[in-house]
């Protein structure tokens, strides 16, 4: 193995094991059952409260989560909030290609379903297709460009999985930019990814 794939693993480590101690949320909150534009008549009382029990449920118990949204989602199939909430379920129990499909079903049924972008990207980023990770994360950012959570895992993308530093060194600063206390953990990846742009263009330079 050479000193310079040797490095890349131990970045790799370090970030991730950081990235596990980090106060910032990595799952997106849950979604709305539909946006304005789709949520054409009043819902119905049976739903709302439906609704309620699953996001108190995706609190706790990940298969009683699972299990319920996926209930849900038989029975009130033509709500895109009710598939990206179980693709947040699906997500947190490890099927990324089942929360995959699911967000993908809510966008099928509401192409500008916000909420579906950012779980899109995360699964997305666990299967390993990261070309439709970093869409889903910019399509995020058109929705909310203040939205903080997205552009930590877009700059994680950038960092770890497409190495590409002078993106993920933009997103960690508007992270950075947007918080109103120092964090040291995010102040380190960003210290390290300056030491590393600045010898990656020196190199180039010679």
């Not at 709500?79 to 699911?102: C, H, K, M």
């Not at 530093?165 to 990814?193: C, F, H, N, P, S």
């Amino acid at each position: 193995m050479s000193i310079r794939s040797a490095e890349k693993i131990s970045r790799a480590g370090l970030l991730l094991g950081l990235l596990l101690l980090s106060g910032c949320s990595v799952l997106p909150a849950t979604a709305p059952l539909a946006t304005t534009e789709t949520a054409d008549q009043p819902l119905a009382a049976e739903l709302t409260e439906a609704y309620h029990t699953g996001v108190q449920l995706l609190q706790g118990d990940d298969e009683q989560a699972l299990n319920y949204w996926q209930q849900l989602a038989d029975s009130w199939p033509q709500y895109p909030g009710v598939w990206t909430n179980l693709a947040i379920a699906r997500y947190r129990s490890q099927d990324f290609s089942g929360s995959l499909e699911s967000a993908g079903q809510a966008l099928a049924i509401d192409s500008g379903f916000c909420p579906a972008f950012k779980i899109r990207g995360l699964a997305a980023r666990e299967t390993g297709e990261f070309s439709l990770a970093e869409q889903s994360y910019l399509q995020a950012l058109s929705c909310d460009p203040a939205d903080a959570d997205v552009h930590y895992n877009l700059g994680i993308l950038y960092d770890l999985y497409l190495h590409d530093l002078q993106q993920a060194l933009q997103q960690y600063q508007a992270v950075q930019q947007m918080q109103t206390e120092k964090d040291e953990t995010l102040a380190m990846w960003i210290e390290d990814l300056q030491r590393r742009s600045a010898a990656q263009l020196a190199g180039e330079g010679s």
